[in-house]
C-alpha cells in the first residue's frame, strides 16, 4: 500500500523533471541572444521572433494535436514522442548558420513542447484527488522554476565556459561556442524521455459521473467554453496576461541585466537562476499547500483567489526591478517578485482541471496552453523588442519597456481575474467529483 501511495509521486517527480528540460531548452536562445545576434547579424526584433513567434506559433497548432492525442490515446506516449523531438531540435539549434536555420529548430522545439501540457495535465488528475491536486500540480510546475532557473544558470556558466576554452562541435571545425552550448543542452532530454517511457504507467482515467466512455471531440470542447464563457474568457485571458509579465523576463530579463548592470553571462546566470530557482520552487510549493488547504475548507475557487493576490504583489516589484537604477536593490527586487510569481505556476494548472471534465481536461489544456504562450511567448517578446526600439532609445532601454509590459499587464490581469473569479467558482462546483 505504501508503494501505491509513493508511485504517483515519483511519476509527477519524472513530469517535473521533463517540464524542467522543456524550460531549459525553450529558454537557452535567452542567455544566448548577444553571441547569435554578433555571429549571424541579428536585431532585436529578429532575435524575438526566434525566442517566441517562431516557438509560439508551432506551440498553438501542435497544443490542439497533442491534446487531441491525450483524450483519445495514451498519454504517457505523447510525452516519448513530444519530449524526444523537442529536445533533438534543440541539439539542432547548434547546427544552424541562419535565421531559417534556427527559426526552423525553435518551431520543432514548440511542436515537442506542446505535448507536455496537456498529458501531464489529465495524467494527474488522475493519479490525485482534488484535495491533492494543488501539491502534486505545484510540484509539476516546479520544472518551471526549476528548468528557468537552470536555463539563466546554465546557460551563462556554459556560455563563459564555452568562449573562454574555444569549445567546437567535434563534428564542425567550423562551430562557434554558442552551438557547443545548444547541443550540450538539447540531448540529454532523450535519456529522460527514454525512462518516462520504461519506469511510468499510464493511469486509469476516473471519470466524472454520468461522463461515459464516448470521447468528445475539438468542437464539443469549445462548445463548453461558449456555454462557459463567463468564467472561461476572463481566466484564460487574465492568465495569459500573466504569461506575458513571465515570459518578458524569460526572454529579455538576463539581456537587460547583463546591459544594464555589465554583467557577465556567468555573473547573471548565478544571481538570476538562483533567484529563479530557489525563490520560483519555494513560492510554487506555497502556493500549491495554501490552495489545498483552503479548497479542503471548501474554497473551491482557491487557485484564482490565491493567483489574484500574487498578482498584485508581483506586478509593482518586477517595475521596481526593471527601472532600478542600483543592481542590488534591483537582484532583491526580481528575487521577491519572481518568488510570489511563481504561486501562479500550480494553480493555473489546478484552475484548468477544475474546470473541466475529464474527457476534456486535454483539449482543454491544450486550449489554454495555446492562450498563454500565444500572449506570452508569441507575442509579447517582440513588442518588448519593438517598444524598446521605438520609444525607449534602443537596446538599452529594453528594462523600461519590460516595466511597462509588466504594469499593463498586471493591471489587466487582475479586473479579468475578478471578473472570473465568481463564474468560475459556480462552473467547479458543478464539476466536483469529476
Known amino acids: 500500500m505504501r508503494q501505491q501511495a509513493i508511485y504517483p509521486y515519483y511519476v509527477v517527480v519524472c513530469l517535473m523533471i521533463a517540464s524542467a528540460l522543456s524550460f531549459l531548452d525553450r529558454l537557452a536562445l535567452s542567455m544566448l541572444i548577444e553571441p547569435v545576434k554578433a555571429d549571424l547579424g541579428l536585431s532585436d526584433t529578429q532575435v524575438s521572433v526566434l525566442a517566441g513567434a517562431a516557438f509560439a506559433g508551432s506551440y498553438v497548432l501542435f497544443a490542439f494535436v497533442f491534446g487531441r492525442w491525450v483524450d483519445t490515446r495514451e498519454r504517457r506516449g505523447a510525452i516519448v514522442v513530444g519530449m524526444t523531438l523537442w529536445?533533438?531540435?534543440?541539439?539542432?539549434?547548434?547546427?544552424?548558420?541562419?535565421?531559417?536555420?534556427?527559426?526552423?529548430?525553435?518551431?520543432?522545439?514548440?511542436?515537442?513542447?506542446?505535448?507536455?501540457n496537456p498529458a501531464a495535465y489529465s495524467m494527474i488528475a488522475d493519479y490525485f484527488t482534488p484535495t491533492r491536486r494543488g501539491i502534486a500540480t505545484a510540484i509539476f510546475a516546479c520544472g518551471a522554476t526549476l528548468g528557468g532557473g537552470l536555463a539563466i544558470m546554465i546557460g551563462g556558466q556554459l556560455v563563459d565556459w564555452a568562449y573562454a576554452t574555444g569549445a567546437q562541435l567535434p563534428f564542425l571545425p567550423d562551430s562557434?561556442?554558442?552551438?557547443?552550448?545548444?547541443?550540450?543542452i538539447g540531448l540529454p532530454g532523450v535519456l529522460v524521455a527514454?525512462?518516462?517511457a520504461v519506469t511510468v504507467r499510464e493511469p486509469r482515467r476516473t471519470l466524472a459521473a454520468g461522463e461515459g466512455e464516448e470521447i468528445p471531440g475539438v468542437g464539443d470542447a469549445f462548445g463548453f467554453i461558449r456555454k462557459h464563457a463567463g468564467a472561461f474568457v476572463p481566466l484564460f485571458a487574465g492568465y495569459s496576461c500573466i504569461a506575458v509579465i513571465g515570459y518578458s523576463f524569460m526572454v529579455w530579463g538576463p539581456v537587460h541585466f547583463m546591459r544594464l548592470h555589465d554583467l557577465a553571462a556567468g555573473?547573471?546566470?548565478?544571481?538570476?537562476?538562483?533567484?529563479y530557482g530557489v525563490g520560483g520552487t519555494i513560492g510554487l510549493l506555497a502556493g500549491g499547500m495554501v490552495s489545498d488547504r483552503l479548497v479542503a475548507g471548501g474554497r473551491i475557487e482557491a487557485p484564482v483567489l490565491v493567483t489574484l493576490g500574487a498578482v498584485v504583489v508581483e506586478t509593482p516589484l518586477f517595475v521596481g526591478?526593471?527601472?532600478?537604477?542600483?543592481?542590488?536593490?534591483?537582484?532583491?527586487?526580481?528575487?521577491?517578485?519572481?518568488?510570489?510569481?511563481?504561486?501562479?505556476?500550480?494553480?493555473?494548472i489546478s484552475m484548468v482541471q477544475s474546470l473541466a471534465p475529464n474527457r476534456l481536461r486535454g483539449i482543454m489544456a491544450a486550449v489554454f496552453g495555446a492562450c498563454v504562450n500565444?500572449?506570452?511567448?508569441?507575442?509579447?517578446?517582440t513588442i518588448t523588442a519593438a517598444l524598446a526600439e521605438s520609444l525607449f532609445g534602443g537596446p538599452m532601454g529594453i528594462g523600461k519597456a519590460l516595466a511597462l509590459m509588466t504594469g499593463g499587464a498586471g493591471t489587466v490581469a487582475v479586473v479579468l481575474l475578478i471578473v472570473g473569479l465568481a463564474p468560475g467558482k459556480r462552473l467547479a462546483h458543478s464539476l466536483v467529483g469529476s
Open 374 to 381: 500565444l500572449a506570452g511567448f508569441g507575442i509579447a517578446p
Open 267 to 275: 555573473e547573471v546566470g548565478l544571481l538570476l537562476g538562483l533567484g
Open 87 to 116: 529536445s533533438l531540435a534543440t541539439a539542432a539549434c547548434g547546427l544552424a548558420r541562419s535565421f531559417a536555420g534556427l527559426f526552423t529548430a525553435r518551431a520543432l522545439i514548440g511542436v515537442g513542447e506542446a505535448s507536455l
Open 176 to 184: 562557434q561556442p554558442w552551438q557547443v552550448v545548444f547541443v550540450a
Open 194 to 196: 527514454l525512462l518516462i
Open 321 to 348: 526591478a526593471y527601472l532600478a537604477g542600483d543592481f542590488m536593490l534591483a537582484a532583491v527586487l526580481f528575487c521577491a517578485g519572481m518568488t510570489v510569481a511563481s504561486i501562479v505556476g500550480g494553480l493555473q
